[in-house]
């Protein structure tokens, strides 16, 4: 088995809402590597995942990123609490990806992310809360 996909709390939802947009090429190129080629590939919902409270595998390439930190902790860090709240999340908890999918369905729902997602940049894209719906929609 592989080893688990570090993500902090918020990317659980940036992950399902992603659409090849984002900070930068390397940035770009690395979150389409973890989300495309392993979440959503083909048993992707089977993928081992740990909760972190600093930056993950996301974070690395990301220009923003300053060691643990980011240009923006105190946003990020109100983000990280919001989600990890809503969905439950506790310090280095691990799960699979389909494991948090479940939990993405049945504690947030479509309407929720103008509130979770306060302050997110991404946010007004309206790509995440298009994602959750669909993820509600699904079977």
């Known amino acids: 088995m592989s080893d688990p996909i570090r993500f902090r709390p918020h990317h659980f939802l940036c992950a399902i809402g992603y659409e090849g947009k984002g900070y930068s090429d390397r940035f770009t190129e690395n979150m389409t590597g973890i989300v495309m080629g392993r979440l959503r590939a083909e048993g992707g919902e089977d993928t081992p995942m740990q909760v972190v409270g600093f930056t993950d595998d996301i974070c690395g390439p990301c220009p923003k990123r300053r060691g643990r930190l980011c240009t923006d902790q105190k946003s990020i860090s109100q983000l990280d609490r919001a989600h990890a709240a809503a969905l439950k999340f506790k310090p ?15 504690h947030v729902k479509p309407g929720d992310l103008a509130t979770l997602c306060q302050g997110c940049q991404w946010l007004e894209l309206g790509l995440c809360e298009a994602a959750l719906k669909r993820l509600h929609d699904a079977p």
């Open 92 to 106: 280095h908890e691990e799960l699979s990806w389909g494991e948090a999918l479940a939990r993405i369905r049945k």
